[in-house]
């Protein structure tokens, strides 16, 4: 077996941090290879060392020089090499990295070095070697993930275990490029995908996903099981344990994930698995996650559905401007736009406008401060009264529903409430699938 195991920021926050993410590697020979992000924050207000670095490259471009937020990021980096008591020079390093970032000018170059140094130095401490990202993880010109990542792999599987930094990778131009932001989980789930692993474990500072977000529901229940599926469309609304991407490399291979807490190792954490391996666990609801601040744009017009190409022309006028849409509900005579409320920060009036000359409906309104909640879960679909129930909870808490949207997957409904019942709607949902253990 072979388990690639990636340690989020506060896992890899300080010396005492270190050691106890040895002590998990050691507890298991199978874990071979670990991905690690830069350090993060050690408390409240802390500074978190990719914070530190992207300020950095505005120092230099500002000055020519590292000045003072590099100085943070030594500092960090020397007090953790002392923290573990190991004789390494991290100065020359931490020398030669600036001289590095002052010549290269780039901000993805800049940004990826806290997990460069910090792989260097715990592979230091770890006694195990350090394996680049730049000789693996291969991007496109266009920025995607190059095949032959995944053939360059064969260097990580050469060693019996080693340490590897995540969130960057090299561009087809020779230079690092990064993911986007939180995207160590990415470079593990590629470095997870790449080595054959059958396992993934992301391990963070919380011990998984929990069934609602605990700053709107005291103490949520814990989700023990999860699909791809059900995971995909909880991080996207907004339950962000782990990087909405990284589950993409994974589920190419079907390679199961788990989330464990570093702080709580002996917690099982929530695990991931294809939608084939999912076995249904008797809850109608897997989890409950939403996003406040939409738009709804509705539109009706008479016979619409018998009317060629009207999705079309309203699509087109999207386009033009740039705007993607979240979802579009829509009926027999009536169609709904359901957008960002960001994305049309100041061309509202103007996207309506063309709208109203493309396909001249009946009438048009404007919904603003539409909040969005997902109910998502396979059991829904096994599940008859599922709808009933969701929407009796609704109204039960005396929230109007502004809209509703269920895929054809049936694996979440998707309600809109006006912001200001956001959390309400959320409580009272929860209170009905999960307030009672039968449910
Ligand atoms: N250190 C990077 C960030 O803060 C990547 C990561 O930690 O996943 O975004």
Redesign the pocket.
């Known amino acids: 077996m072979i388990k690639v195991c990636k340690f ?2 506060t896992s890899m926050a300080d010396g005492i941090n270190f050691r106890r993410v040895a002590g998990i590697l050691a507890s298991d020979p199978e874990r071979r290879y670990a991905v690690v ?2 350090p ?1 924050k050690r408390y409240g207000g802390d500074n ?4 530190l670095l992207y300020e950095t490259h505005a120092e230099v471009e500002r000055t020519g020089r590292c000045g003072e937020a590099y100085k943070k990021v030594r500092e960090r980096f020397r007090s953790i090499t002392r923290e573990l008591g190991i004789s390494y020079d991290i100065d020359s390093l931490l020398d030669e990295t600036a001289a590095e970032i002052e010549r290269e000018r780039s901000a993805d170059f800049t ?1 990826s070095r ?2 460069y140094l910090c792989g260097k130095l715990f592979s230091a401490f770890l006694g195990v070697p350090f394996i680049d990202a730049r000789e693996v993880i291969k991007f496109t010109p266009e920025g995607k993930l190059d095949g032959r990542t995944f053939t360059l792999a064969s260097r990580v599987l050469k060693e019996e275990r080693a340490v590897f930094p ?2 960057y990778g090299e561009g087809a131009d020779g230079k690092v490029k ?10 593990g789930a590629v470095l997870a995908r790449a080595v054959g692993a059958d396992l993934y474990e992301n391990w963070t500072d919380v011990s998984g996903f929990l069934a609602a977000d605990p700053r709107v529901v005291a103490s949520p229940a814990r989700i023990g099981v999860l699909s791809y599926r059900e995971l995909r469309e909880l991080s996207y609304m907004g339950a962000n344990v782990l ?1 909405s991407e990284s589950i993409f490399p994974v589920r190419e291979a079907d390679i199961p994930v788990r989330i464990k807490n570093t702080f709580r190792p002996e917690d099982e954490g929530t695990l991931i698995v294809p939608v084939s391996r999912y076995r249904y666990g008797g809850r109608a609801v897997t989890g409950i996650a939403g996003k406040k601040n939409f738009t709804v744009i509705l539109l009706e017009k008479a016979m619409m559905n018998a009317e060629m190409g009207f999705t079309y022309r309203v699509l087109e006028v999207l386009y033009r401007h740039k705007i993607s849409f979240e979802h579009i509900p829509s009926g027999i005579d009536t169609m709904s736009l359901v957008i960002d409320s960001e994305e049309l920060g100041g061309v509202l009036d103007e996207v309506c406008g063309e709208i109203r000359a493309a396909v001249q409906p009946d009438s048009m309104r404007v919904f603003n401060d539409i909040a969005l909640i997902a109910v998502v879960g396979h059991g829904m679909s096994r599940t008859i009264g599922i709808s009933a129930r969701l929407f009796d909870a609704i109204a039960r808490a005396g929230v109007n529903v502004r809209m509703i949207d269920q895929g054809s997957s049936e694996i979440d409904i998707i309600v809109g409430v006006e912001n200001a019942q956001y959390e309400r709607t959320i409580r009272a949902v929860y209170e009905e699938f999960f307030g009672n253990p039968e449910s």
């Open positions: 989020g920021g992000s830069a993060g978190k060392v990719t914070d940004a806290g997990e995540g969130f990064t993911f986007s932001r939180g995207g160590s989980d990415i470079s990087h």
